[in-house]
T-cell receptor
């Protein structure tokens, strides 16, 4: 079983739609949960991170963690064509930030 | 402020040759990480280095792969006798501190744009 499972997609939605991206993880000891965005042939960039269960909002993006079900979500409101990218969920232990454990990524396409 | 610089961006090697990938961390960063991204897979941790020290190489394949971060110059990931299965994107990342704790602005690791290795 992979430590972080993510549906690879691809996911295609029209511009302006609400996007929901999801991951599950297996180890209850993970403490930080992140979402990275990766454009084609580029390195991943950190979008958001959360520590505890609950929601965290940043502009059009909301990250949600449910530790009881080991479920991580990213919601994108008012999606734009520029949001088209691969979104990687990731987790880490407190003491091992160097070893970030990534999901395989979901490829998202926003249709104008 | 330049980001993490990797070169070459694209590298083609024949089976059995050596590949050398270089990474210059962001200015002021003394911690370097290498990750590998195989096709249709997420990034996998390989090695974590500080200047002249390998801190954690638990993700490195046991043979043919080595990494260094000398006192002067870039970090280098070296792959000897490459095989087709080594074809992947190799990402370097750097951070200003140890990277423990929350991935806040002080501990965030910043990724380079990657080096794409193709073995023919």
């Amino acid at each position: 079983q992979k430590e972080v499972e993510q549906d690879p997609g691809p996911l295609s939605v029209p511009e302006g739609a609400i996007v929901s991206l999801n991951c599950t993880y297996s180890n209850s000891a993970f403490q930080y949960f992140m979402w990275y965005r990766q454009y084609s042939r580029k390195g991943p960039e950190l979008l958001m991170y959360t520590y505890s269960s609950g929601n965290k909002e940043d502009g059009r993006f909301t990250a949600q963690v449910d530790k009881s079900s080991k479920y991580i979500s990213l919601f994108i409101r008012d999606s734009q064509p520029s949001d088209s990218a691969t979104y990687l969920c990731a987790t880490q232990f407190y003491s091992s930030a160097s070893k970030i454990i990534f999901g395989s990524g979901t490829r998202l396409s926003i249709r104008p | 402020n330049a980001g993490v610089m990797q070169n070459p961006r694209h590298l083609v090697r024949r089976r059995g040759q050596e590949a050398r990938l270089r990474c210059s961390p962001m200015k002021g960063h003394s911690h370097v990480y290498w990750y590998r991204q195989l096709p249709e897979e997420g990034l996998k941790f390989m090695v974590y280095l500080q200047k002249e020290n390998i801190i954690d190489e638990s993700g490195m394949p046991k043979e043919r792969f080595s990494a260094e971060f000398p006192k002067e110059g870039p970090s280098i990931l070296r792959i000897q006798q490459v095989v087709r299965g080594d074809s992947a994107a190799y990402f370097c990342a750097s951070s200003p501190s140890t990277g423990t704790g929350a991935p806040s602005s002080g501990n965030t690791i910043y990724f380079g744009e990657g080096s794409w290795l193709t073995v023919v």
